[in-house]
Nanobody, 126 residues
Framework: QVQLVEPGGGLVQRGGSLRLSCVVS????????IGWFRQAPGKEREGVSC????????LYVDSVKGRFTISRDNVSNTVYLQMNNLEPEDTAVYYC???????????????????WGQGTQVTVSS
């Protein structure tokens, strides 16, 4: 059974950094697409970044390009989201999810993902 757990998150000041982890069990992390999503109060869930299975191509939403970096560690079976220069607009619950694997590249569309972590709160104060 595939499970995703997201330790990490927390409170940080504007301009600060956080690293989120998505610990995957039940499958090898490089065998699946993994996406990071976020949902702020009153807003729809938004795709932030993803890393494709195998070749590891990465995708970012425009608002985080140059600030966030997704990476994968096959030994610890974990996908990371390094978030730098955080802004109050980044405040949200962050989720990682497993892609359905029907495509060569991962995407930022939530319906393309079928197993989700429980989410972790990220709060950026101004």
């Amino acid at each position: 059974q595939v499970q995703l757990v997201e330790p990490g998150g927390g409170l940080v000041q504007r301009g600060g950094s956080l690293r989120l982890s998505c610990v995957v069990s039940g499958t090898a992390v490089d065998h699946v697409h993994i996406g990071w999503f976020r949902q702020a109060p009153g807003k729809e869930r938004e795709g932030v970044s993803c890393i494709s299975s195998g070749h590891g191509s990465m995708l970012y939403v425009d608002s985080v390009k140059g600030r966030f970096t997704i990476s994968r560690d096959n030994v610890s079976n974990t996908v990371y989201l390094q978030m730098n220069n955080l802004e109050p607009e980044d405040t949200a619950v962050y989720y990682c999810a497993r892609g359905r694997g029907a495509s060569y590249f991962c995407s930022g569309n939530a319906p393309n993902y079928d197993i989700w972590g429980q989410g972790t709160q990220v709060t950026v104060s101004s």
